[in-house]
């Protein structure tokens, strides 16, 4: 399958811990997407990058939060001292030009 | 600031019926997407419209583009149980790459 791919697909962690996401996007796709979405709503747009530079992030994006494509290939989303707020799904997306978006089936982040 | 909004959220119908969701958005632009949502999945990418009077379809399903109205919608015909899932619109601005997106329409097809 060469779809986008996220890991994990799940994260249970404590209030005021670090966590890490990673996202593959589909190989020859340069542009790259990264969204949170809670229960009932619509997904949330909170960066983008083209190739390996951070053009776009929402104000969303808490300093706790950082994103970075090195190579301009996987993507890391990593929030610091998590808070339960936070608890969502973080969805990542990639797409060749700038028509179609295509998800990844996201990591599910839990935070007690 | 570009907002997104669906109606209805809810719609529950049954079986062969048509009906359709409707998608306005508040200023402009030429690109508008619907995505299908299962619960627990990702989305999946339906239509993508880029052009005023955009018509497309795909089984059971076609949408349109009015692009002067701000408004898109989502027509379905004869509805199958198979289609029940949350369906979403999102617009993108003419000035970025990222996507808003409405509050989806859960759709239950009833037997």
């Known amino acids: 399958d060469t779809g986008v791919s996220q890991n994990p697909r799940h994260k249970i962690t404590k209030r005021g811990q670090n966590v890490t996401f990673r996202c593959d996007p589909i190989?020859?796709?340069?542009?790259l997407y990264w969204y949170r979405q809670t229960l009932g709503q619509g997904p949330e747009f909170l960066t983008y990058?083209?190739?390996?530079?951070?053009?776009?992030k929402s104000r969303l994006l808490s300093d706790r939060f950082s994103a970075e494509r090195p190579k301009g290939s996987f993507s890391t989303l990593e929030i610091q001292r998590t808070e339960q707020g936070d608890s969502a799904m973080y969805l990542c997306?990639?797409?060749?030009?700038?028509?179609?978006?295509?998800f990844g089936p996201g990591t599910r982040l839990t935070v007690t | 600031e570009l907002k997104v909004e669906q109606n209805p959220l809810f719609l529950s119908m049954q079986e062969g019926k048509n009906y359709t969701i409707y998608c306005n958005y508040s200023?402009?632009?030429?690109?508008l997407y619907w995505y299908r949502q299962d619960p627990g999945k990702s989305l999946e990418s339906l239509f993508v419209?880029?052009?005023?009077?955009a018509v497309k379809q795909e089984g059971r399903l076609m949408a349109s583009l009015d692009t002067k109205a701000r408004l898109s919608t989502l027509h379905i015909t004869a509805a199958v149980h198979d289609l029940s899932a949350t369906y979403f619109c999102?617009?993108?601005?003419?000035?970025?790459?990222?996507?808003?997106f409405g509050s989806g329409t859960r759709l239950l097809v009833r037997p």
């Open positions: 990058f083209q190739n390996e530079a951070q053009l776009e």
């Open positions: 999102a617009v993108g601005m003419d000035s970025s790459y990222k996507l808003i």
């Open positions: 419209l880029l052009s005023n009077g």
């Open positions: 200023t402009t632009s030429d690109r």
């Open positions: 997306a990639s797409s060749l030009e700038l028509y179609e978006q295509y």
């Open positions: 190989s020859e796709h340069n542009r």
